[in-house]
Nanobody, 113 residues
Framework: QVQFVESGGGLVQPGGSLRLSCAAS????????MGWYRQAPGKQRELVAGISSGGSTNYADSVKGRFTISRNNAKNTVYLQMNSLRAEDTAVYYCKAVELAIWGQGTQVTVSS
């Protein structure tokens, strides 16, 4: 059974940082490209960052230089380090294998003073 479990969200002030984690199971994790996505209220879900099986990364323009995606294949886990957070980063964040249409429950990130 494929499963993605996100954690690490919360309430943070503008300029603050959070680190999201996503534990994957039921897939050949080391061979899978992984992505972090987010959905803000009233908006479509969007790709925030992706990481290939080989470790190559790509980012949405809106988060370049602030967010970093990484993976630990030994732990079947992908991370999203988020720095210099802004109010517009407020959203539910999800991770999944890029090639699969299976979503986790997401983790809420709220950036507010």
């Amino acid at each position: 059974q494929v499963q993605f479990v996100e954690s690490g969200g919360g309430l943070v002030q503008p300029g603050g940082s959070l680190r999201l984690s996503c534990a994957a199971s039921g897939i050949a994790f080391s061979g899978s490209a992984m992505g972090w996505y987010r959905q803000a209220p009233g908006k479509q879900r969007e790709l925030v960052a992706g990481i290939s099986s080989g470790g190559s990364t790509n980012y949405a323009d809106s988060v370049k230089g602030r967010f970093t995606i990484s993976r630990n294949n030994a732990k079947n886990t992908v991370y999203l380090q988020m720095n210099s957070l802004r109010a517009e980063d407020t959203a539910v964040y999800y991770c999944k294998a890029v090639e699969l249409a299976i979503w986790g429950q997401g983790t809420q990130v709220t950036v507010s003073s």
